[in-house]
C-alpha cells in the first residue's frame, strides 16, 4: 500500500489495546497527511516518554519522577489505595475524590494464571507498612473472583498492622436499573446497603 514504513506504522498501532488494523490504518493516514503537525510531534513525545517516563519506585505509578509527583506531594493525606494497575490509580485520580497515595500491585492473584503472591508488588506494599505511617488502608481491587481473593488475601496480611483496612463498595452502579443486573451484583449490594 504505502510502503514498508507504512505496514509498520500500521502493524504497531494495531497491536494497541482496542485498535485494529482498521483504525490503525485510519490512524495513520491522518498522521501522514499531517506530518509537521501530526507526526513529528507524536514522534517527538514517544521518544521523550521513552527516555523518561519509569515507574514509581514507592508506589509503581509511571511518571518522570522517581518518585512520582503523588508520593512526593505533601498535600496527600497518609492513606493507602492499593490497586490493581496503573489505570486503576488513573482513573481515581480522574474522579478527584480521592487525595491519598496509591499502591500498585501489578495485578491480582490468579490460579489460573499462575499469578501467586511473589509475582505481585505485596511485599513492597508491606514493607511501606514498616517505615510510613499510615492512617488508613483502602482495597480498590476488581469485583471479580481473582480481585476478591487478592483483596482477602492482603486483609490477612494487613492485619497485624492496626490500620483500618477498607474496600470499595460494590453494587448497583449509578443509574442502573434492577431488573439487568445479575445476581451476584444484586446480592452484594443487598448485603452492602446502607441507612437511608
Not at 139 to 163: M, N, Q, S
Amino acid at each position: 500500500m504505502g510502503g514498508p514504513e507504512v505496514e509498520n506504522l500500521i502493524a504497531l498501532f494495531s497491536r494497541l489495546p482496542g485498535l485494529g488494523p482498521r483504525s490503525a490504518r485510519r490512524i495513520v493516514l491522518k498522521l501522514l497527511r499531517e506530518p509537521e503537525t501530526r507526526l513529528a510531534p507524536l514522534a517527538a513525545a514517544l521518544q521523550a516518554a521513552a527516555g523518561k517516563v519509569r515507574s514509581c519506585s514507592v508506589c509503581g505509578n509511571l511518571d518522570s519522577a522517581d518518585p512520582c509527583a503523588i508520593c512526593t506531594s505533601p498535600a496527600r493525606e497518609r492513606r493507602i489505595c492499593v490497586v490493581e494497575g496503573v489505570a486503576d490509580l488513573w482513573a481515581l485520580e480522574r474522579a478527584h475524590i480521592y487525595h491519598g497515595v496509591y499502591h500498585v500491585l501489578g495485578g491480582t492473584l490468579s490460579a489460573l494464571a499462575g499469578r501467586g503472591p511473589d509475582d505481585l508488588s505485596i511485599a513492597a506494599l508491606l514493607a511501606r507498612l514498616e517505615r510510613e505511617r499510615v492512617e488508613e488502608i483502602i482495597l480498590a481491587l476488581p469485583a471479580t473472583v481473582d480481585g476478591a481473593t487478592t483483596a482477602h488475601y492482603l486483609a490477612e496480611r494487613l492485619k497485624k498492622f492496626t490500620v483500618p483496612v477498607s474496600r470499595l463498595a460494590q453494587g448497583v452502579p449509578m443509574g442502573g436499573a434492577l431488573e439487568v443486573l445479575d445476581e451476584g451484583t444484586l446480592a452484594t449490594a443487598l448485603r452492602a446497603r446502607s441507612p437511608a
